[in-house]
């Protein structure tokens, strides 16, 4: 049966597709301007970064004023709570992108350090996962958000190898110091990327199985390095 | 003056339908109002909370003088209908419940056939043809949601039907002779959940057209159904304002307490 409110739910779904989306644009275009040395893209993406956030507060509102006044129960409500932390997750993954793209006009001044193929591959992961991790919000496909979850560790094994591969730099030549810093916070800011499309991956297994599988041993998500 | 100064929602597009200024209400010596103000707003739904014996049934039979029908009632005050003011001399009473429908707790559908039942109103008041009677009653019927259940048994007794559908039956019934207001006194509560939230369906869709003031129990109901929500105690018109808020960030901490449950 058809409900009058029904509407709002579907407005407060498109919004959270929207942030998706929103969000996922950033990310890409982010490391585009890095790997481009393209300021004019950078500066577009930490422009619309408050797009991001008007949206959160958007879908804060719509799922506050959804839970006060509509009870939602079971699935329903499962989905109101599980969107409000995705958009809470979408909007840090916003901040990175912001984050990435300020660092990328930092570093369109200075010759690059080494070409970058490390990064984009492993951003490449991160936009898969979150692109995987949103699909299952609209497929409430609890497989799929699992094997999410379980290609965070190749993002992290990335972030480390950089991380050894851009110490031993600056240790040999003090002068790459400042370049290889930025390179470090960006593949860090990659990470976390990954990170957020993880729980909103874990999140959505909580929406399609009522099962909180956050913090268990359930799923070894990373093998230390 | 004391209760002269109207509580009213903010942010309401029409001119209030109903006006209540200073409102009295003596069961004998039993004051049921004390200096009740508050302005109803036109074609949105207003729902009346409170704990039982609080007024706020009293108040909704103020609307259409139902009160009149009880022994020993005094009332003091003004309720405007459209600015008409309700209790004046000249005022016709079958006139003003034309204007002002109700719907009880328990549907109470004349013992006469479905197609009788929302005819009823227009019969009295004079229509006799065919043609219009039956456009009316359909209309009628589709506005409460009931056509498709019962058209094709529109001459069977309206006692065969289920107790939410001869509620909704009830809302066609008070619907046929196009009142303003709609007034709903605990419509849901002798309804199962599906007969229930077809009923709210349905006062979501007259809202469109009407008035609509509805005293519930249930919380959820009028945080569902209202636009806007005053909360009643003791006879006192306590908070009045959007059911947001209301719900949300109510200011009074006896509204808070009642709609969190903790008491009433």
Not at chain 1, 130 to 157: G, N, Y
Not at chain 1, 213 to 223: C, G, Q, Y
Not at chain 2, 231 to 248: N, V
Request: charged share 30%; aromatic share 6%.
């Amino acid at each position: 049966m058809k409900r009058f409110f029904d509407a709002e739910l579907e407005t407060f779904r498109s919004h959270l597709i929207l942030m998706g989306e929103t969000s996922f644009r950033q990310v890409r275009d982010a490391i585009k301007a890095l790997v481009e040395a393209n300021i004019a893209l950078a500066d577009r993406v930490i422009a619309a970064d408050d797009e991001v956030d008007q949206l959160e507060i958007k879908i804060d509102d719509e799922a506050i004023r959804y839970m006060n006044l509509r009870s939602p129960i079971a699935t329903e409500l499962r989905f109101v709570i599980v969107g409000m932390k995705a958009s809470h997750d979408l909007e840090r993954v916003g901040d990175e992108a912001s984050n990435i793209a300020k660092r990328a006009v930092k570093l369109a001044a200075e010759p690059p350090l080494k070409p970058y193929v490390d990064i984009p591959r492993m951003a490449a992961i991160a936009l898969e996962m979150l692109r995987d991790a949103l699909d299952c919000f609209l497929h409430l496909d609890a497989d799929k958000a699992i094997a999410v979850i379980k290609r965070d560790s190749e993002v992290d094994a990335i972030n480390r190898q950089l991380y050894r591969e851009l110490t031993s730099f600056m240790i040999e030549k003090p002068e790459t110091i400042s370049r290889a810093l930025e390179l470090m916070f960006i593949s860090k800011s990659i990470e976390r990327i990954a990170d957020h499309a993880t729980n909103i991956a874990e999140e959505m297994v909580f929406l399609a199985q009522a099962r909180d599988i956050r913090h268990t041993d359930e799923l070894k998500k990373s093998e230390p390095i | 003056m004391p209760g002269r100064e109207a509580a009213r929602p903010a942010a309401t597009a029409l001119p209030p339908k109903i006006r209540v200024r200073g409102l009295d209400l003596f069961y004998g010596a039993k004051q049921a109002l004390h200096a009740v103000a508050l302005d109803i707003a036109e074609k949105k739904v207003t729902a009346f909370i409170g704990p039982s014996g609080c007024g706020k049934s009293t108040l909704l039979r103020c609307f259409n003088r139902m009160n009149d029908l009880v022994d020993g009632v005094r009332i003091r005050g003004e309720v405007l209908l459209g600015g008409q003011d309700i209790h004046a001399p000249n005022l016709d009473v079958i006139e003003l419940r034309k204007r002002v429908g109700m719907v009880f707790q328990k549907s109470n559908p004349f013992p006469k056939s479905i197609y009788e039942n929302v005819a009823y109103g227009l019969r009295v008041a004079g229509v006799s043809q065919k043609a219009a009677l039956d456009g009316v009653v359909e209309k009628s019927l589709r506005g409460a949601a009931l056509w498709d259940e019962v058209k094709d048994r529109l001459h069977e007794s309206a006692l065969g039907l289920s107790g939410g559908q001869q509620q909704r039956l009830c809302i066609a019934r008070a619907v046929a002779v196009e009142p303003d207001v709609i007034l709903m006194d605990e419509p849901c509560s002798a309804l199962d959940p599906i007969a229930t939230a077809k009923v709210e369906e349905l006062i979501h869709e007259l809202k469109k057209q009407f008035t609509i003031v509805i005293v519930t129990h249930n919380m959820q109901q009028a945080a569902r159904c209202s636009d806007q929500t005053a909360f009643f105690y003791l006879g006192k018109l306590i908070e009045y304002a959007e059911t947001r808020t209301i719900f949300m960030n109510p200011a009074n901490a006896q509204t808070e307490a009642y709609v969190s449950g903790r008491f009433g």
